[in-house]
């Protein structure tokens, strides 16, 4: 089976469908990028295309598990779309960390104010106490007017299991990543398909590094999507070594090795990336594949884009 993108309205309706038409009936994962910026919000006619809401990334699993990797202000259109859809089922928002840019939008999150629903917040140890505190006091009045003891829905904070944690028919793998303060990347493995989400990420950095090559290669060996940070051009790197944050060559590098077997998607762009500079970034990105992967298409990740596989 194939995998594509497509870009769709918040009712679902496709506007554009890049690679054609096809049957998407018999599926596993979907993904849906809500929010692809990093550190700050960037609108504005320059980022139109690929937006300026940062990160929040949407899965449906095939037994209609939702799951949410992070919270910043992409999820709350993601909020709105939820309630429109008349959404019943519990929710599972995975948290990779806690700078704002991944935690800013959860106030402004409709289903969090709807007794009808239920939340799970999930967090990675050793970090987990620290990010349960974060959370609740950026809703303090003298952040925000709502405080978050006052939504409505029901809401649970739970420390992911080291050992096995499943959310509906997927496992859930977590690795911590090169970034600091902490952060960890995640991957979702559901009967024979896979996906890695690796935001905020130095791949190679200058200095002691947490995580080594090596062992992000493994951790992404065969999945089917990758999802990494691609905040900086080469050149860029090389003036922000240490921030954080990856290079495009670094990431393609890693799809390559690790065998990522259809779709390689960068995000976390840099606020300061127009959308012009993230088409040149795409089509330097899809040469340096072309010939030296068998099926692997890479592109930018695009508010509204989703994949299907």
Not at 273 to 282: A, C, E, N, Y
Request: one cysteine or more.
């Amino acid at each position: 089976m194939q995998s594509f993108i497509c870009a769709r309205d918040l009712r679902g309706t496709v506007l554009d469908e890049q690679l054609g038409h096809f049957n998407i009936g018999d599926t596993t994962l979907k993904i849906r990028f809500w929010g692809t910026r990093g550190s700050i919000p960037a609108p504005g006619p320059d980022t139109a295309k690929y937006g300026g809401n940062t990160t929040c990334v949407e899965v449906r699993l095939e037994d209609g598990t939702l799951i949410i990797f992070d919270a910043g202000t992409g999820i709350r259109k993601l909020g709105l779309a939820l309630m429109n859809e008349k959404f019943t089922q519990n929710i599972n928002l995975v948290l990779t960390h806690s700078h704002w840019d991944h935690i800013q939008g959860f106030p402004f999150f409709a289903p969090a104010n709807d007794p009808k629903m239920k939340i799970n917040i999930f967090g990675c140890p050793p970090t987990f106490d620290k990010l349960k505190k974060i959370m609740t006091d950026q809703m303090e009045s003298k952040y925000f007017p709502i405080n978050f003891k006052d939504l409505k829905a029901n809401i649970t904070f739970r420390e992911i299991d080291t050992s096995a944690q499943y959310l509906g028919s997927a496992r859930l793998h977590f690795l911590e990543l090169n970034h600091p303060g902490f952060a960890y990347g995640f991957k979702l493995v559901e009967k024979s398909r896979a996906m890695a989400l690796l935001t905020d990420n130095e791949l190679l950095p200058p200095a002691h590094a947490v995580t080594d090559w090596n062992a992000f290669v493994d951790f992404c060996k065969n999945v089917d999507v990758l999802v990494h940070d691609a905040m900086w051009t080469d050149t860029e790197l090389k003036e922000k070594a240490g921030w954080g944050h990856s290079s495009v060559t670094q990431v393609i590098q890693l799809a390559l090795q690790a065998n990522v077997r259809r779709n390689l998607i960068l995000s976390h762009h840099d606020p300061e990336h127009s959308d012009k500079m993230l088409d040149l970034l795409s089509l330097d990105c899809q040469k340096k594949i072309n010939g030296r992967a068998n099926g692997l298409k890479c592109a930018i990740a695009k508010e509204g884009d989703e994949i299907i596989f």
